[in-house]
């Protein structure tokens, strides 16, 4: 098939699958789904836009088709995502098993964890979270301290973690665990994976200053893990570990691409108005709004670029690090004119009409996107080493 008949058959599948409530902006947690085992949907046009593109592997365009995935090249990929851009549709899965633990399956995993995990993920049978920091292990993430001590076939597993995101509706957590402590502290960890349902696994979330958050903490009380779940080999897993953190901090930047799909003129004029000319009358704010989008623009250009280069093959490194420095400082810089925007009703903190406050709760909730997947500081550290090539 030619890519232009490839093109024409995107646009007639989006156009019978995807309804217009599908490409709306997302304001509700409910708005996104998540898939796993307790997932429930918003409605019957999510459900439609999720299992069309689930049955063609298109929640996974590019993953293998042995494992479920799409099979698709990447010039066909780069269409799928154009058509979808283009009428705004919203994603049909939001899942951190697509973001970070698929590619560190497709990359270390054996092929029977393969076959047992990621058709799962592309399904959307089973949502995961991320068991990385600890109360003692943030920006040091190699000092964590949850142990897994050797018992014939399987690891009991003690310890905390901290920030797991959506860890209280998980059905699974990818996580770092110390296997040996007379090591190198690096050397010692294992990347293992625990069924949150296990008899001693527990979850408390913990509150933000906008008054909600997805973060819990998570506590391992003498858990039992089979040593089958080991990813890669024992002792191994700070490798693992890292590559998965080059896709997280991707994941964290394309997120912040993905709210960008609405351009803040878009929340300009239904809030305040243009005048006569079909512009806003605030001549600083509007230009603030301009150099806004074009920043914008050239991050999500650039984004596009950096997948390119990981789509051919090539490892981008650090570039994981100016991605999500940069996508973590748009974002909070968007809130910021958001709020402008909205006036007196973007400090509201309750009632439907400014959705349960959402902007004023964004607005706080930025300020953890420079913490959290390593803060600014240890992203810009990362950059001048290792991109601009300055000493340490």
């Excluded at 399956?105 to 964890?113: I, K, P, V, W």
């Excluded at 402590?181 to 527990?202: A, C, H, R, W, Y």
């Excluded at 959402?358 to 996107?369: D, I, L, M, Y």
């Amino acid at each position: 098939m030619s890519l232009e008949d490839f093109r024409k058959e995107v646009i007639d599948f989006i156009e019978a699958n995807c309804a217009e409530s599908m490409r709306q902006p997302m304001v509700k947690e409910s708005d996104t789904y998540w898939g796993g085992r307790n997932a429930t949907f918003q409605n019957e046009d999510q459900e439609r836009w999720f299992t069309a593109m689930a049955e063609r592997g298109w929640t996974t365009p590019t993953w293998p088709k042995e494992y479920g995935g799409g099979g698709l090249s990447k010039a066909e990929a780069k269409i799928l995502k154009q058509e979808m851009d283009k009428r705004k549709c919203r994603p049909p899965l939001l899942s951190f098993g697509i973001w970070m633990l698929g590619p560190a399956l497709l990359q270390f995993g054996s092929e029977e964890q393969r076959q047992q995990y990621l058709p799962d993920i592309i399904q959307g049978k089973t949502r995961w979270c991320q068991g990385y920091s600890e109360p003692g292990a943030g920006s040091d993430l190699a000092g964590l301290q949850t142990s897994a001590i050797s018992d014939g076939d399987h690891y009991i597993v003690n310890g905390q973690k901290v920030w797991t995101s959506y860890g209280d509706k998980a059905d699974m957590i990818f996580a770092l665990v110390r296997t040996d402590q007379s090591v190198k502290k690096q050397m010692g960890i294992t990347f293992l994976l625990v069924d949150m349902d296990t008899e001693g696994v527990s979850t408390q979330p913990i509150k933000l200053i906008s008054g909600k958050s997805p973060f819990c903490e998570t506590f391992f009380d003498n858990v039992r893990v089979p040593k089958a779940n080991v990813i890669g080999e024992e002792n191994a897993g700070w490798t693992v570990a890292k590559y998965l953190l080059t896709h997280e901090r991707s994941a964290i930047s394309s997120a912040v691409d993905a709210d960008m799909l609405t351009p803040l003129s878009y929340y300009a004029k239904n809030s305040i108005g243009v005048d006569e000319t079909g512009v806003l009358k605030d001549s600083i704010l509007r230009s603030d709004i301009v150099e806004w989008e074009i920043d914008a623009a050239a991050f999500k250009f650039t984004l596009e670029r950096i997948n390119e280069e990981m789509k051919a093959g090539q490892a981008i490194g650090a570039k994981s690090s100016f991605m999500k420095y940069y996508g973590s400082e748009l974002n909070k810089r968007k809130y910021e004119l958001r709020l402008q925007v909205e006036g007196a009703d973007g400090l509201v903190w309750d009632g439907e009409r400014t959705n349960e406050g959402k902007v004023a709760r964004q607005f706080c909730r930025t300020k953890g996107n420079s913490i959290e997947g390593g803060t600014s500081e240890v992203q810009l550290n990362i950059i001048s080493k290792h991109i601009l090539g300055l000493p340490s």
